[in-house]
Every structure is written in structure tokens, then in C-alpha cells.
């Protein structure tokens, strides 16, 4: 069996989240279009999938009741003290202000909480805990790997670092098959925190024979709109890992174009997998370790025609293209700059 | 008749037979046919292992009694070593020209393999250093990718090989066969290895866990943190060694834990807090005040933490024996006492009471919880002086 762990970004992710990216990934899972997966039925696969959104539902419910007590009760507590105009009535009237259910709240807080505070070290725990209880019955002859997007990007590389150099160690699992990482925010994340998030380029995080490393191949999925990918983009040097990375070509990255479009949600995961660039190259490295297998000329040219069909016919005005396209000028140096770029293009795809 | 249906029985379970023998055939070809890593899938998936009862009892003896203490399992590994460099020297010798580099690049995951078992008498124990030794560059000597021959074989074989059963490909068949019965002794030290891993899984499980408990406990059942608190005692724990922290850090006798390598990536998991700062934190309570007239002396009031700690004992994944103090000011609507007093706040597990003096007279602000508690215990108090004065009568 193999194991696929898939790990969600920011945003609302409740229990069935990854429904429509496995039905998507079963649908093109086919020995018709893709030969080369015949001897290779899906069923030996197991996606797993993985959730930590409730750790920040939860503590936004906890912050919701507390401001709600305090708006309720201040009220009881008629004082014209002028201190309580001061920084004392500030901070109360901060904390008496109840969560919004808006963008930045419901994505961006995700990204700020996980970065900047123990929320963050709940959700590693959270993950592993989720792994292990999954790979409870791995055999000597199973593996296992990950696909992880946009924030869960980010998640998945820390629990890596941290599950591979922790004890007890997740090493005792071996390493992932290949970890694919679709829109990764792992750079730009680590550039955003307040703290010092460590350096993505000198961690273990890396493909390598062997040994070393944390697995065997790494993915890595962006496209030219998505400015969760386009910002700071990951984009290893060529001293990433043990240095032979690129040499033994494990590193796989991919980046759709402009052109690419078959609907708005272009963050979203499924839109990413739905290119055949993406999902062929997902399944080379489900089926075989080393991705010698994969589809013909003749058969991947089959499915671009087909995907260029869907993008054609995508509801996308022109004027949604100009401004989307827009985004990629904005300056990007500050968090302000990058959030407010988000909340530009969460205002586009609504 | 009794001949005819006989005759019909023996010819159903000669059909039988047949349909058997002929499924086993069939399963036999599709176990041992394909390109060699799409072979050695089938043939250690679950359908071809079930039909190998040779495979199958040597991956049982060489797993079985592993977990028999110290003692067992060196004698174990002893004899597993041995067993398994016998059946190397046994294996047959490739015949086909130009194929020795593949089979030399097998045969040597077999012996460092074999190695591995030799030299690590507690894996345990030695995966655990091993990944507080890991770094970018420096790998730990015993994973288990060490014995990887399904992911990297198919570098060593080339898979277009062998594709029909022609003369002309008789030599390459007979490089695959050695192949494969040296990959079947590396799936053997495989499943060993997984063998004396399962203990170290098994302590994962129970440590992430515990982990997630500890967190959840950390964040839900000591005092609520805002978002500001949040961000801020994160910060504080990456430097837990600074100026602000390190002095209550040994006032509280509590670890101060971080470790990272030098471009600041985390190292290992980090112990979930047993103490963290308070501040800017304004909460709600119900406040005595003696110089309030009667019928008016309990009332709502704000409480506000400027800044202060809280400290607890781990019993378990249970937050325990959770103390705090800090400098703290209350606001209430009071008509003969001042409306703002300065004093401290003290917690004790899940109850906190502050003292604050309202321009030189004290006042007591209870949490809700406490007050909460106070009138229950109020009403049980009535409730038994009721049930007193009713049996005196």
C-alpha cells in the first residue's frame, strides 16, 4: 500500500475537504488515456486525508465568547473614568471586538496564526499525531508520501524538519516516496514571519538518494496568477540539500502558464491538478518510486488537447484576466503589500 | 444412474481441478512476468505473496521471536545475519554479459543489509541519536532507505529487457531471476528492519499524541490567551533565553528549550510551555467592596492584567497545580469608592482573585468561575441549614 497524506491550506477545510481533489485525481487515473498505469491499480493507493482547520475554528470560537463576555459585561460597568478612554479602553474595546467572518480572517488569520504563534505548534503536533495513526499498520514493503497546498505547504515542510530530526523520529517510517508541494508557500512564509522561521533552502526538507534527506523526489506546482505561489516563489538554489539534488534530477518543478486557466480558482487545488502536466507527473511517482514510467507523446498530447478545450471554454472574461494578471505589478517587499494583494485576489475569486 | 452421476461428480471435480490448476498457472504468469519494478511490485503485492509460501516462511522466520527482550533479539540478529549471507553465497551467478554492475549494485544493499543487522544491536535506541544528529549533510546511518530495493533497483536493471520468451533473451531472463532472488533476500532484511522499527513507531504514536493533548491543555486550560498574548509568548519561547525570560525561568525553575540549527530551523520537537506572561489582558469579574453601601457592594467589574505569569506542572497530557500572579487594575461602577484600583490578581488552577486598593480601600474582584462556585456553595450551605433546622423541629 501507499499512503498519500494530503494537507490542506488556509481557508475553511472541514472533514471531506479533499473529496473533489481525489475524485479528480480518480477520474484521470485512467489505463485508457495513461498506459502506463495498467499494472498499477488506484487501490493499491490510500489517500489520506488530513485536517487541522478546527485547532483554528477552535480557538476563534474560544476569542468569540471572551469578546462577547467582555462587550456584555463592560456594558454593565458605566464608569466616564477618563483612564478608561486610555490604553486601557483601547486594548478592551480590541478585545470586545468579535472575530469577522471576512478574508483576512478566515484565511490570512490561518497563516498568521500558524507562523507567529502556538496555534502553530498544535497543528504540527496535530499532523504527525494524524500520520502516525495512519501509517499504524505499514508494512516493510509500503511507503507513503505527501501532497500538500498553499499553507499546508508551509505545515507540511515543518513537520518534516521537526518529525525528522525530533524523538522519537518519524525516520522510523522511512522517508516520504516524494512530497509534492502545489502553490508552496514554504519560501515566501518563512521571508513573512515576525520571527526567525529557519531557511527552507538549509533544512533537511529535500529530495536525495539514500539516506539523506526526508524523500526520495520532490514536486514542486506553481502557476504564473496564483499569488500564493508567484510571490517570493520557491525556487531552490542549486546548493539545496546534499548538493546533488539537481544532479540527480529529483527536484521536479513545474509551473503552469497565464494561459493555464480552466476556471477562476486558479489557488485552488484542484485547478492545479486538473493539468495534465500535474497529475501525469503525481502519478509517475505514485506508481514508481524513480518515475521511469509515464504517459507517451501521443497520449499526452491527447489530454492537453483536451484541457486546452476546457480552457477555451472557461467563464473567464477578458477584463477577469487584465486584473488578475494586474496582481503579479504590485510591489511585494512588505506583509501589508502581500496581504493586501491576497485580499485583492480573494475579492476577485468570490 | 448411480454410475452416471457418479461419473458427473468426477468429471465436475476434474474440471474443478483443472480451473485451479489453471488460475494457478494463469497467477503464476502474472506474478512473474512485466518489467522488473512492475514485477517486483506484483510479486510482493498481496495476491502473488499469498501463493509464495517459500517467500512468505522466510520472511516469518526471520521476523519471528524479535521482540523476545535483549537477549533474543541478539541471538537473533546473529542468526539472521547468518542466514542471510548463507543464502547470498548461494545465489546463483549472472550469466549474461554486461550485467554484473547491476547485480553487484544489488548484491551490495543485500550486505549493507546484512551489515546493518550486525553492527545495530538496539535500533531503537541508535535511530533516536541518529536524529538528533541529523543535519542537511549528515544522514543517519541506519534508515530505513539504506534498504530501499523497490524505489532504486530499477536504475540497476533496465526494464526493457526480457519482454519474450525467445532464445535470444534466454541469458536476460536469467539475470532477472538472480535479480529477483537477491531482491527477495533484501525484502526479507526489509521486513527485519521494519520489524526492530515498530517499537520506535509505536513511541511516536504515543509521544504525537501526548503532544497534541499537552498543546491543547496548554492553550484551553490555563488562562485564555488573546491573539497578542499568543504571538507574544511564542516569541518569548524562541528566546527564552533573553533578558525579559531568563530570570523567570530559574525564579520558576522551568526549561527553557529551543533548539534550532544555525540558519534557525527548528531541531526536534519542542516541549509544550509550563509557564507563560500575561498582558494587556482585561477580563471580567465580580467585585466586594466593603465601602459600598449595603445592597450594593457586589458588582460587575472589569479586570485588567498588566502583566504577569502563570506557571503549572505537566501530570500526564493534565495541566496541574496551575499558580499565577500579576499587577493588575479593576474598573467598576462604584458610588462612595473609586472607580479604578491597582493591586495584584493570584491564580490559583482555575480560580483567580484580584486585591486592589480604590484610593487606600481594598476591594476583592473574584473571576465569574469563583463567583459562580461561591453561590453554588451558598445555596448548598442554605440548602443544609435547611435540612438542619427542619430535623431540629
Known amino acids: 500500500m501507499h499512503y498519500v497524506f494530503l494537507i490542506h491550506g488556509m481557508g475553511s477545510s472541514s472533514t471531506g475537504w479533499s473529496k473533489n481533489a481525489k475524485k479528480l485525481i480518480e477520474d484521470h487515473y485512467d489505463k485508457k488515456a495513461y498506459a502506463f498505469l495498467a499494472d498499477f491499480p488506484l487501490s493499491d493507493i490510500k489517500f489520506v486525508e488530513i485536517n487541522y482547520n478546527d485547532i483554528f475554528d477552535a480557538y476563534l470560537d474560544e476569542a468569540k465568547q471572551h469578546a462577547a463576555d467582555l462587550g ?30 471576512s478574508f483576512l480572517i478566515t484565511h490570512l488569520a490561518d497563516v498568521a496564526f500558524f ?11 496535530r499532523i504527525a499525531e494524524q500520520m502516525g495513526a495512519a501509517l499504524k499498520d505499514l508494512k516493510a514493503k509500503d511507503s507513503w508520501s505527501i501532497i500538500a497546498h498553499s499553507l499546508g505547504t508551509r505545515v507540511a515542510t515543518e513537520v518534516l524538519q521537526i518529525g525528522f530530526t525530533g524523538a522519537p523520529s518519524l525516520a522510523s517510517f522511512g522517508k516520504a516516496r516524494f512530497v509534492m508541494m502545489v502553490a508552496n508557500t514554504s519560501y515566501l512564509l518563512q521571508e513573512l514571519s515576525p520571527y526567525n522561521a529557519g531557511d527552507v533552502y538549509t533544512n533537511i526538507v529535500y529530495p536525495a538518494r539514500k539516506a539523506m534527506g526526508v524523500c526520495h523526489r520532490y514536486i514542486n506546482v506553481s502557476h504564473e496568477l496564483d499569488p500564493f505561489s508567484f510571490i517570493k516563489r520557491f525556487d531552490p538554489p542549486s546548493t539545496w540539500g546534499n548538493g546533488e539534488v539537481f544532479t540527480q534530477k529529483l527536484y521536479h518543478p513545474i509551473l503552469l502558464q497565464a494561459k493555464d486557466l480552466t476556471s477562476k480558482e486558479v489557488h485552488s487545488l484542484e485547478h492545479y491538478l486538473r493539468h495534465p502536466q500535474v497529475h501525469t507527473t503525481l502519478f509517475r511517482f505514485l506508481v514508481d518510486p524513480a518515475g521511469r514510467l509515464g504517459p507517451t507523446e501521443r497520449e499526452m498530447k491527447a489530454q492537453m488537447d483536451i484541457y486546452t478545450n476546457e480552457t477555451l471554454a472557461a467563464q473567464i472574461t477578458a477584463a477577469w484576466r487584465t486584473s488578475i494578471a494586474a496582481l503579479r505589478d504590485g510591489k511585494f517587499e512588505t506583509a501589508k503589500e502581500i496581504f493586501d494583494t491576497w485580499e485583492k485576489f480573494g475579492a476577485l475569486v468570490s | 444412474m448411480r454410475s452416471f452421476r457418479n461419473r458427473a461428480l468426477c468429471w465436475a471435480l476434474v474440471s474443478s481441478l483443472n480451473a485451479i490448476a489453471g488460475a494457478a498457472g494463469a497467477q503464476e504468469v502474472a506474478c512473474e512476468s512485466g518489467a522488473f519494478y512492475a514485477r517486483l511490485v506484483k510479486r510482493y503485492g498481496e495476491t502473488c505473496m499469498r501463493d509464495n509460501p517459500a517467500l512468505q516462511s522466510r ?31 548461494a545465489l546463483p551467478a549472472p550469466v549474461a554479459p554486461g550485467s554484473d554492475r547491476y547485480i553487484a549494485g544489488l548484491r551490495k544493499r543485500l550486505r549493507d543489509a546484512i551489515d546493518f543487522l550486525a553492527d545495530h544491536r538496539e535500533p531503537g535506541a541508535a535511530l533516536q541519536a541518529c536524529a538528533r544528529l541529523r543535519t542537511p549533510t549528515t544522514s543517519c546511518p541506519i534508515d530505513l532507505d539504506n534498504f530501499a530495493p523497490l524505489e532504486d533497483s530499477g536504475d540497476l536493471i533496465e526494464e526493457n529487457g526480457c519482454r519474450d520468451a525467445s532464445e535470444a533473451n534466454a541469458a536476460c531472463r536469467t539475470v532477472y531471476e538472480t535479480a529477483v532472488e537477491i531482491a527477495d533476500s533484501t525484502l526479507v532484511a ?55 525570560n531568563w530570570p523567570m525561568t530559574r525564579l520558576l525553575r522551568k526549561k527553557c ?62 495541566i496541574s497545580k496551575l499558580r499565577g500572579v500579576s499587577f493588575a487594575t479593576t474598573v467598576s461602577d462604584n458610588k462612595v ?57
Open chain 1, 115 to 125: 507562523m507567529a504563534t502556538d496555534l502553530g505548534w498544535q497543528v504540527r503536533a
Open chain 2, 59 to 89: 520472511i516469518e522466520q526471520a521476523t519471528q521471536g524479535l521482540y523476545g527482550g535483549e537477549a533474543a533479539t541478539k541471538a537473533w540478529l546473529e542468526a539472521i545475519r547468518d542466514a542471510l549471507r548463507a543464502q547470498t553465497a
Open chain 2, 190 to 244: 526489509r521486513y527485519t528492519v521494519d520489524a526492530l522499527h515498530k517499537p520506535e513507531r509505536e513511541k511516536f504514536r504515543a509521544a504525537m499524541t501526548r503532544l497534541g493533548e499537552r498543546w491543547h491543555a496548554y492553550l484551553y486550560d490555563t488562562g485564555f490567551q488573546y491573539w497578542w498574548e499568543l504571538a507574544g509568548n511564542r516569541y518569548l519561547e524562541e528566546h527564552c533565553d533573553n533578558i525579559f
Open chain 1, 72 to 101: 456584555s459585561w463592560g456594558k454593565l460597568v458605566k464608569t466616564k473614568d477618563p483612564t478608561m478612554s486610555g490604553v486601557l479602553g483601547r486594548i478592551v474595546g480590541i478585545a470586545a471586538k468579535e472575530p469577522a467572518k
Open chain 2, 257 to 318: 528549550e529551543h533548539r534550532t540549527d544555525t540558519s534557525g530551523n527548528p531541531i526536534g520537537w519542542r516541549a509544550v510551555p509550563e509557564y507563560h506572561v500575561v498582558y494587556l489582558h482585561p477580563d471580567v469579574g465580580a467585585q466586594y467592596n466593603t465601602e459600598e453601601p449595603h445592597g450594593d457592594r457586589l458588582k460587575p467589574s472589569l479586570v485588567f492584567q498588566w502583566l504577569g505569569y502563570e506557571w503549572w506542572q505537566w501530570r500526564g497530557s493534565k
Open chain 2, 337 to 393: 469608592a473609586r472607580t479604578l484600583g491597582h493591586g495584584l490578581q493570584i491564580r490559583i488552577n482555575e480560580y483567580a482573585v484580584s486585591i486592589t486598593s480604590h484610593g487606600g480601600k481594598p476591594a476583592l474582584t473574584l473571576s465569574l468561575n469563583l463567583a459562580d462556585k461561591l453561590s453554588d456553595l451558598d445555596e448548598e450551605w442554605a440548602n443544609r441549614l435547611k435540612r438542619i433546622s427542619s430535623q431540629e423541629r
